[in-house]
T-cell receptor, first 114, second 113 residues
Framework: DVKVTQSSRYLVKRTGEKVFLECVQD?????MFWYRQDPGLGLRLIYF???????EKGDIPEGYSVSREKKERFSLILESASTNQTSMYLC?????????????FGPGTRLLVL | GDSVTQMEGPVTLSEEAFLTINCTYT??????LFWYVQYPGEGLQLLLK?????DKGSNKGFEATYRKETTSFHLEKGSVQVSDSAVYFC????????????FGAGTTVTVRA
């Protein structure tokens, strides 16, 4: 079975802290994605990676960075967390670049920034 | 840019009722269209998709038809079960974006026994 795991289901951090969200997939997928999910806004793409060490900005990259040192792992970094980054963060992976390829999602990390 | 508009929820139904969730889109050319579902406590999973006009996607008793003339991709199920309680997201991939999905806001559906 396809599996995307995220390091935490819930996180509470303070304003200004550096936050790492980790995502691991076991499907040998080339592509990995980070989204945030907010009520009434659906999912918005933060960053996308199509290969190790490669990344592209999504719709809302400000305040975030990413790291992909190994194919199976994609990290989202909040350099200095702010309260407006309180959200649900979803990681996904897919086999190839086309959006016709199914994206497989992790269960999400609910982040609260105080 | 590409965008998706879906009906606001929440939607509450009784078991065996008919479900329809409206989805319309704005995009140039011929996008591909998707419905994803998120069950409580889980990540999203693909429910069905359609890649060209008049295509019908179907899965688990759900159906949606790609209507180019009305720019719509409404989701329907004839007889819902309690286990269909979830959040449903309509999404599209535009012709110019190989990988990017644009999601609607999501519709929460609750089915009561």
């Amino acid at each position: 079975d396809v599996k995307v795991t995220q390091s935490s289901r819930y996180l509470v951090k303070r304003t200004g802290e550096k936050v790492f969200l980790e995502c691991v997939q076991d499907m040998d997928h080339e592509n990995m994605f980070w989204y945030r999910q907010d009520p009434g806004l659906g999912l918005r793409l933060i960053y996308f990676s199509y290969d190790v060490k490669m990344k592209e900005k999504g719709d809302i990259p400000e305040g975030y960075s990413v790291s992909r040192e190994k194919k199976e792992r994609f990290s989202l970094i909040l350099e200095s967390a702010s309260t407006n980054q309180t959200s649900m963060y979803l990681c996904a992976s897919s086999q190839f670049g086309s959006a016709l390829e199914t994206q497989y999602f992790g269960p999400g990390t609910r982040l609260l920034v105080l | 840019g590409d965008s998706v508009t879906q009906m606001e929820g929440p939607v509450t139904l009784s078991e065996e009722a008919f479900l329809t969730i409206n989805c319309t889109y704005t995009a140039t050319g011929y996008p591909s269209l998707f419905w994803y579902v998120q069950y409580p406590g889980e990540g999203l999973q693909l429910l069905l998709k359609a890649t060209k006009a008049d295509d019908k996607g179907s899965n688990k008793g759900f159906e949606a038809t790609y209507r180019k003339e009305t720019t719509s991709f409404h989701l329907e199920k004839g007889s819902v079960q309690v286990s269909d309680s979830a959040v449903y997201f309509c999404a599209l991939s535009g012709e110019s974006n190989d990988y990017k999905l644009s999601f609607g806001a999501g519709t929460t559906v609750t089915v009561r026994a």
